[in-house]
Each structure stands twice: as structure tokens, then as C-alpha cells.
């Protein structure tokens, strides 16, 4: 025992560990790392194919940052980002505050309900609301026509100055219940007794939201607001159905991962498509960074 | 009697065995079953090979109906050469996706592939030896080996078709189709309304019925796009002549759509969508929305190239015995009467090992005449190979267009359809095309039309000036 022990035992157990995460590391570093470092030396060429490739420099970058078709793309995102932040998450921690009183009859139920959209998948969304804001026929139009007489020859997906307010209401209807989750499981963990502190000293309802609740669910709020901005930054999908792999009217619904997949898949610059992932991906980087610290995520508590 | 010896307190075997895994069985067996399985994997993709490769050759299609009929000839290649086709249906747009990615890594591709026209441009970026598709030129401008009595190939087939896959003076890619568009009608309500379709001449004669028909928000004559680029692009190159191009390049691959017909047509388009003299609405081109503004009556005329009848049938086939086909009006009397929309090639790639077996393959499919004729029957889509125009199949009434012959009146504007040249930047042209639609029709005040003009010329310049900027970057 003692000899096997000394033998192959010691052996095992100083190269085990390594043979054990070695079918992880390969497929990693064959299927991720090795085409992130080959992205990164493309954004320095203009491409066509494999032998078709020509050194650059900085030169993609620079165009990058003079494209109009770019910037384009970058404020219809960053609007799009906005709205996720500072209308989604509002109206998924409101829903979250309501689903979370006990004194609600049925909450169970609205709580599935809310949660729902997210069990469709995005393909589905996507082929659901296009209909929904199809002109003349679409069962927005029709609605809006009944209650109000609005025009039924409103062109949600092809109006210019639509097309984000459907992309916005398309995903708030995905995302609103599928978030209301993380605060709705953060607002059970916040300290009852805390409350019940706060009902002595006096505080009304609004100052307990503020000095309790709030504080009490910090942590996930700063994890939900960070993934919703990534998430928002990557929207693809959902333009890409709903305005049938176009920009949209005017470009209006031109993100800036759509602009990715267009000079990659579509012209065929793989070059330009890394320069483009590349800034997007340390532009996100840098908007998280900066959301954690004005959120005071590092801040020691005192 | 003597006691019997206690048992052995060393280890069992089974503890031996855990003992030499010092972090539990679990562990390497998970490790030995990743092991195994990923050499069962490489080992089986070493030497069994990809499907594709046990075919003589691959081919890949993007349309289901092409699929369909393809299947239908597929026995008749393989006996006749001897061989093994695997055919496969590939969505469009993956079709785009699969071959640059295949390509980029040097996977299997396919020997033939059928790419739609406004992809096609897009293959043709890089340096000559560098695109993906083999050079056909000399298949098609050869004597014919298989009838040396007839002229070369490229002499009977519509010329205007081999443009778009045609790049710096070479061919890329055999044409499917020739596509002429004329306007499907409802003829029922053009009785009703007391329309005479003979008397649609010109846009002129058009416009003005439309607005005597037209009923806002009820009923419009015409179906044409407020945002995308194909309603524009229809009409923008039936505008074409052989010293004055029109479209988004000219045959030397120039851009040329902030050009003066550009600017003409679209001052004239946006006023038939927006404003008093409306005559247009826009339900889209596909789907339930378009076949029910069809069917209500609510658009009564739609630019139709030979593809789409099949979607009128197929879609709306309550409307059997109520649809006709007229030629486009012209842009002046006894001018072009039609244009183009669409089209498919057929390109063998590189990779392809027989290069000679992919020709009689291209020729199989494209240029049969039997099998064209039936085609016809089945899809309406006529094909640029005029040899087979004389089937009997081509000039069949058909009862869902009020007995119309749908072939010959197509083969009528066959010659006729106007060239649509290509360049690796169309798909970007025709997306600006479309934003320039959409931002003129937000522009334009239809109290103030005369400003109109300067608009359009502007948001084209934009746009050319956009793309100018993209080709110049280009150093293939």
C-alpha cells in the first residue's frame, strides 16, 4: 500500500488534475481562444477569402471611426441600451415589488405569466410581432383603430421613426417578467426585520424603498443593469427577424452587431467585421467598468 | 481443536483498485469516456470522410421548389454519368454564410451551388484567383460539344442574364433564370372599375387611372415599397439604355445610383406613395399581408416576374380565374414594356474535382428541355436557355390567369429585360437604396413639391458618396 502509495499514486496526484481538465483546455483553446487571438490579428487586414488578405495597420480602426454607417449603428444600439436600462429594469423591479406582496391573490400565476415570454424562443418573438405590427392588418393597428381610430396604414416596421419604439416594446415584452425574476428572488432575501425597524422609526413606504429595499437588492440590481447593457449592445436577433435582414427604413434598425454580421457574412471583410467586434467588445467592456463604479461596486463599505 | 486464524484485515480489491485513483473513480472514467469518444470522433471524420465526399459530385440550392425539381432529374444524371449527386436544400441565407465560412477553413464545399443574383456580387471581391467560384467563360463561349452544329452557348442564352455574375469580363455563374417582371392584375376589379389594361401604355396613362381609382386607406391601383430598395430598383432598371445605364453599377462595375435617371425616378416615385396624388400602398411583397391585400382588393396591380406567379397560386389560390398579367407600362410610348427582379446562378466552386462532370451537371439541370418544360409547368420560371422556349409546355393556357399563356407572354419580354450589373458592393447599394426611399418619404412635404428634387438628390449622393467610400478601402 505504502509503496503503491509512493508510486504511481504521487504520480497521479501531481498530473491528474492537469489530464482532467486537459479535454476542457483543448477544446477551449481550439474553439475559443485560438479564434479570438486570429480575430484579433485580422482586425489589422482587409480580407477576402483565405489567400486574399492585405496588412493594414491601424487603418480598419481609423475608418471604423469616421464610418457613418457605424455611428449609425452605434447610437441605434446605445438608444436601444437606454431604454433596456432605464425603462426595463424600472418597470421589471415595479413588477417585482408587486408580485412580491402576499397579500396578492393569484401572484403565482401573474408571476408565470410575466416569466412566459422569456420560454419562447427569440425566433418565435420575433415572427409573433412582426405580425403583430403588420400594416392595416396587424393586431396593433386594428386595436389602435378601434379605441382610438388611429390609421390602419401605420407601417410600424418600415417607418423610419418606428422602428425603434417596436424593437423597445418587442423586447420589453421578452425581457421585463424574465428580470422581474432576479429582483423578485433578491426582494426575498432582503431582512424582514429591517422593515420592521424601519415601520418604528417611522418611515414611510417610499423612504422604505429607498434606505431598505433599495440597499437590500444592490447587488443583483448592479448584476441585472450590467447584463442588460451587454445583452442590449448584442441585440441582434430581433432586428434581424422582425425587419427581414435589412437595416430598416433610414437604417433605423442597424445595430451594431447587424453591421458585425453585414461586412463579415454579407461583404465578406472578415477584417473589418474583428475591428468592429473588437471595439464593440472593449466598448462594452469599458461601459461595464464604469457602471461598477459609479454604482460603487468596489466601494468599501465602511 | 485449534482456533481458526482471524481473516486478513488488508484491503480489498475493490479499495486496491479506488486506492490507485487518488481523485476517485468518477473523475477518470468521465476523462476516459472524453478521451474515447473524441478519437471515435476524429478517428471517424479521418477516415470515413464527410457525406459530401462519397458523392461524385455535391450540389446545394437555396429554393425548395429548386430542390424539388432538381430531385426529379437527379436519377436521370446519375445513370447518364455514372455517377453519385448529393443534393442538399440550404437556406439562403446560410447558403452565404456556409460557403465564405467552408471556404475561410478550407472545409469540404460543395462542387456546385446555387447562389441568388444579390449575393452573387458579394463572391466576387477578392483578386481573380482569390473568389470562390470557377471561371466559366470558356464552357460557355466554346463550341457546344454536344451539338457542334449550333452556336456557342453563350449565343442562345438571354445575354442580359450573364451581367450579374459576370465580373472584370468574366463569367462566374450560368444563369437560372431570365425573370421578366410584367404587372399581375385583378382582373375582375379592373372590369369592375372599367379599366382598360390595353390602354396602360405608359406610366402616364398608369398614374392617371390610378388617380381615378384611387380611394385613400381602401384601394390603391399599385403595390410599391415606402422603405425597401425593390419596388425602386424594378422601375430603375427598365429605365435603362444601352449609352445611358441606370440601376445601382454600370457594366464596369461604377456606381452609378445618384445618377440624373436616379434622381428622375425617384422625384417621380415618392409623390405615387405619399401625398394627394398618392396612388400606391405598401402591404409588402410576401406573406399574409400582401396575399390579403391582394385578395381584398386593396391593391390591385403588383410587379410580378415570372417567379412570383407561382406565389400568387400557390398563396391566393381562391383567386383562380380573377388574376392577368399585363407587360410594365413603358417610361415613354413604345418603350422597354418590362424589367427584371431576382435571379439565381449556378457556380461550381473551386474545390470542385471534376470540373467537367459539374458543367454536364449545370447543363442537366439548366438546359434539358423536357425537364425545363416540366419545370415550367410546376414553377412558371423561365429559363434563359431560349433552345427550350419551343416546348409545347411554355405556351399552355393556365386557368388561374384567365387562361393566358403564361410562357409565351413572358418569352415575349424575355429579350427585352434589361442587363443588372454587379459588384461586391450591391448588397450594401441596394440597402442604401432602400434608407434613401425611407428618408426622402420622411422629407417630403406634399405642400412643397418642388423641393422634392433637391432632396433626393442629396440623400443619393449620401448614400453613393457611403459606398464610394466603402469601394475605395476595397484594394482588390
Known sequence: MSRRRTGLFQLQHRYAPYLFVAPFLVLFCTFGLYPLVKSVVLSFFITSGPASRIFVGLDNFRFLFTDPDFGRACLNTAVFAAFSVFLQLPMSLGLALLLNRKDLRGRNLFRLCFFSPRLVGMVFVGVLFSLIFAARFGLLNVALHRLFGASLETDWLNTKPLIMPALVLTSLWMYVGFNMIYFLAALQNVDRTLYEAATVDGAGAWQQFWHVTLPGIKPVAIFVIILSTIGSFQLFELPYLMLGNSRGAGDAGLTIVMYLYENGFVTGDLGYASTIGWTLALGVLILAIGQMYFTGTWRKEP | ?476
Open chain 2, 1 to 476: 481443536m485449534e482456533p481458526k486464524p482471524p481473516r486478513s484485515q488488508g484491503p480489498s480489491a475493490w479499495e486496491s483498485v479506488k486506492d490507485a485513483f487518488p481523485f476517485g473513480i468518477a473523475p477518470f472514467l468521465i476523462l476516459l469516456l472524453t478521451v474515447v469518444s473524441g478519437l471515435f470522433l476524429l478517428a471517424v471524420t479521418v477516415f470515413h470522410g464527410p457525406a459530401e465526399g462519397k458523392a461524385g459530385l455535391s450540389m446545394w440550392t437555396f429554393a425548395r421548389q429548386h430542390y424539388v425539381a432538381y430531385e426529379k432529374a437527379r436519377p436521370s444524371f446519375e445513370r447518364k454519368y455514372a455517377t453519385r449527386l448529393d443534393l442538399q436544400s440550404v437556406h439562403g441565407d446560410a447558403v452565404t454564410r456556409r460557403l465564405r465560412a467552408a471556404y475561410w477553413a478550407n472545409l469540404d464545399l460543395p462542387d456546385v451551388v446555387e447562389v441568388e443574383i444579390s449575393r452573387a456580387g458579394s463572391f466576387f471581391r477578392g483578386p481573380e484567383g482569390g473568389i470562390l467560384f470557377a471561371d466559366i467563360t470558356d464552357f460557355l463561349t466554346q463550341p457546344d460539344p454536344d451539338h457542334p452544329q449550333k452556336r456557342p452557348l453563350i449565343d442562345r442564352i438571354v445575354k442580359t442574364r450573364l451581367s450579374p455574375y459576370t465580373h472584370r469580363g468574366r463569367i462566374y455563374g450560368l444563369p437560372h433564370d431570365v425573370h421578366p417582371v410584367m404587372l399581375a392584375y385583378r382582373a375582375d376589379l379592373f372590369e369592375q372599375l372599367g379599366i382598360d389594361p390595353n390602354k396602360l401604355e405608359t406610366w402616364d396613362d398608369f398614374l392617371r387611372e390610378g388617380r381615378r381609382i384611387t380611394v385613400p386607406e381602401q384601394r390603391y391601383l399599385l403595390n410599391l415599397s415606402r422603405s425597401g430598395s425593390w419596388a425602386v430598383e424594378i422601375l430603375l432598371f427598365q429605365r435603362a439604355e444601352p449609352n445611358s445605364p441606370a440601376g445601382y453599377f454600370d457594366a464596369d462595375g461604377q456606381l452609378i445610383m445618384d445618377n440624373d435617371k436616379a434622381v428622375d425616378l425617384l422625384t417621380w416615385y415618392i409623390p405615387l406613395v405619399k401625398g394627394p396624388g398618392r396612388i400606391a400602398a405598401d402591404p409588402g411583397m410576401f406573406g399574409q399581408a400582401f396575399a390579403k391585400a391582394t385578395q381584398d382588393g386593396y391593391t390591385l396591380c403588383s410587379f410580378c416576374p415570372d417567379w412570383k406567379t407561382w406565389g400568387f397560386q400557390h398563396d391566393m389560390p381562391q383567386l383562380a380565374g380573377k388574376m392577368k398579367l399585363m407587360p410594365l407600362p413603358a417610361v415613354r410610348k413604345g418603350g422597354r414594356r418590362t424589367s427584371t427582379w431576382g435571379g439565381t446562378m449556378l457556380g461550381m466552386t473551386r474545390h470542385c474535382r471534376d470540373r467537367d462532370l459539374a458543367w454536364k451537371l449545370a447543363r442537366h439541370m439548366y438546359m434539358n428541355k423536357d425537364d425545363l418544360g416540366e419545370r415550367f409547368r410546376e414553377l412558371n420560371i423561365l429559363p434563359p436557355f431560349k433552345d427550350a422556349w419551343d416546348n409545347p409546355a411554355f405556351h399552355e393556357r393556365r386557368p388561374y390567369w384567365c387562361n393566358q399563356r403564361l410562357g409565351t407572354e413572358y418569352i415575349r419580354l424575355a429579350d427585352q429585360t434589361p442587363p443588372q450589373y454587379t459588384s461586391p458592393f450591391i448588397q450594401l447599394a441596394k440597402s442604401k437604396m432602400g434608407s434613401v426611399v425611407a428618408n426622402c418619404l420622411s422629407a417630403y412635404d406634399p405642400r412643397r413639391p418642388a423641393g422634392l428634387r433637391e432632396v433626393v438628390r442629396r440623400e443619393l449622393k449620401a448614400a453613393a458618396d457611403d459606398i464610394r467610400r466603402q469601394m475605395k478601402r476595397n484594394p482588390f
